[in-house]
């Protein structure tokens, strides 16, 4: 089958700092925030051991078998821009413009330059893509490597002639790459190899088959090299046993599994208005095609088995079904809809541009239901919040022990992220809910000052007790926070502070301890 001529076009070195400079300015307010969530709990900390210390293995937070790249690459940037947040954002506006560019490529290899300028544009303003553009989070980086492979691996399935070395070499060391940065980003380069592995049922092409095969099942050795060093290190394979426990084995029921399914089906179709999309692929499907273009047939087969093995590998692995676990997918998903719309529509542009303001609207809009912040710019309402209670705690109270839950005990105990400049004891437990501020009523001795604050986003209105929530709060960890003043009560204190933002908040409780001064009679002198 004969290529596409987009080697007409812009080329790709040149439309870099285009992408880059447009995501950089799109994102402006943002790259001076202090760090988010994951990045404060995990990613920035170990990214710090390997840059002062070089362990691969991070020893100032909870270690687990994550492959040591986004911390190699952040300590990278770190020698360039010094430690200080806004290079680090920058940075990764960097890695979303390249990742961006693969997309780029890809669809313009598959579907010609008009479709791929309007898949690449979607991608950028999509709600998830769009924040995950400056997280410091180990997806974006296996999202970029992900998407050049794919460019590449693709461009294969649409030519007859036998793949040369060099592309072989260049998708086993990408897809290698995007292994080393997030481990379960080998699920597609595996899914992959199981389809080339299919297809050698068929004596033609048998030859391309097998080393397609080859190269993309190399990437799995270095992967296994890393958790055998891991284990070596720490005597577990893939992490602590409660670390397994929540991302792997405990995820195995039938039951659990198939409500993780539906809700990854709606991530892939519904969340964070792509119902806008696949409702205008719908309606394109229902009109008579007016332009014969489409995506090739082993193209089209490649990527429905690397959406499908991920949706169902992302349905299993995962304790939180966070969406950036599904970067990758997003820009497969609107490419396929952006392809139809132009084969069936003369003024197609009008969904692309009807697509935008739905996107958009997600960035700001928050939806009718329970989801991660990071989802849209939520992330940014938390990290405010955060922010205010932190300062007022290190300036009104900086001899006070705080009680209160990941990850703000990191933001208050490490001044690298940036919430305070001078660390401030802390007393963690486990989330908000009654039954943990119970525990910590219990020994009131041990703090005097608590941060507590919305750990998960729940509409107004929701009423967690009914069986779909039911499910959430048994599989996914999804709760009740109590509320400041109801956690004053429990824990017999009172709120100095407290703020709240599109249906999230966060609050400051002191609490009056009164202290036993017991007198002695000095002894004699001897």
């Not at 900086?398 to 919430?419: F, I, K, M, R």
Request: charged share 10%; hydrophobic share 50%.
């Amino acid at each position: 089958m004969r290529l596409l001529p987009y080697d007409r076009d812009i080329p790709l070195w040149m439309l870099y700092p285009v992408f880059f400079v447009a995501i950089y300015l799109s994102h402006l307010t943002l790259l001076r925030l202090p760090y988010y969530w994951d990045e404060a709990g995990y990613y920035i900390p170990a990214a710090l051991d390997f840059y002062r210390h070089h362990w691969l293995i991070p020893q100032s937070t909870l270690a687990n078998s994550h492959p040591p790249l986004p911390s190699i690459l952040l300590t990278a940037a770190w020698h360039v821009t010094g430690l200080v947040i806004s290079g680090t954002r920058t940075f990764i506006c960097m890695v979303s413009a390249a990742a961006l560019l693969g997309i780029y490529r890809l669809a313009r290899i598959l579907a010609g330059v008009p479709v791929a300028a309007a898949t690449t544009l979607l991608t950028a303003i999509y709600p998830i893509w769009f924040t995950q553009s400056t997280l410091a989070h180990a997806d974006i980086f296996a999202a970029a490597f992900t998407l050049w492979a794919l460019s590449f691996y693709l461009e294969i399935k649409l030519t007859t002639a036998p793949p040369c070395e060099r592309k072989l070499a260049t998708i086993a060391i990408l897809f290698t790459l995007a292994a080393l940065s997030k481990e379960t980003a080998i699920v597609t380069p595996i899914a992959l190899a199981a389809w080339e592995a299919w297809q050698l049922r068929r004596p033609e092409n048998r030859r391309a088959h097998a080393t397609q095969l080859a190269a993309l099942l190399s990437p799995a050795i270095p992967l296994a090299a890393w958790f055998a060093y891991y284990h070596h290190k720490t005597g577990y394979t893939f992490g602590n046993p409660e670390y397994l426990r929540y991302n792997a084995t405990a995820n195995f029921g039938v039951h659990r599994i198939t409500i993780a399914l539906l809700h990854r089906a709606m991530h892939l179709t519904l969340h964070m208005n792509l119902y806008v999309a696949t409702t205008c692929l719908l309606t394109a499907l229902l009109m008579p095609r007016v332009r014969p273009d489409r995506i090739a047939r082993p193209a089209l087969h490649a990527i429905a088995v690397v959406l499908c093995a991920n949706w169902i590998a992302f349905s299993i692995l995962g304790g939180a079904l966070l969406n950036r676990y599904l970067l990758p997918l997003y820009p497969l998903i609107l490419l396929f809809c952006v392809v139809q719309w132009h084969a069936h529509m003369q003024r197609w542009w009008l969904l692309v541009a009807l697509t935008s303001v739905g996107f958009l609207a997600g960035l700001f809009v928050n939806p009718p239901y329970g989801f991660s912040p990071e989802d849209n710019l939520a992330y940014r309402d938390m990290i405010l919040l955060h922010q205010q209670a932190v300062s007022l705690i290190a300036h009104q109270y900086p001899q006070a022990t705080v009680l209160t839950a990941w990850p703000a005990t990191n933001e208050l105990s490490q001044p690298d992220l940036g919430y305070t400049s001078q660390p401030v004891a802390t007393v963690p437990i486990q989330d908000f809910t009654f039954a943990e501020l119970q525990s910590a009523a219990a020994d009131p001795g041990a703090y005097d000052t608590a941060l507590i604050f919305s750990t998960k986003y729940i509409p107004p209105g929701l009423d967690i007790g009914r069986s779909g929530e039911s499910s959430a709060i048994r599989y996914f960890d999804f709760h009740q926070d109590v509320s400041p003043h109801a956690a004053a009560l429990m824990l017999h204190g009172e709120v100095v502070w407290q703020g709240r933002h599109n249906g999230q908040w966060a609050a400051v409780l002191r609490f009056p301890r009164s202290v036993e001064a017991r007198l002695s009679t000095p002894a004699p002198p001897l």
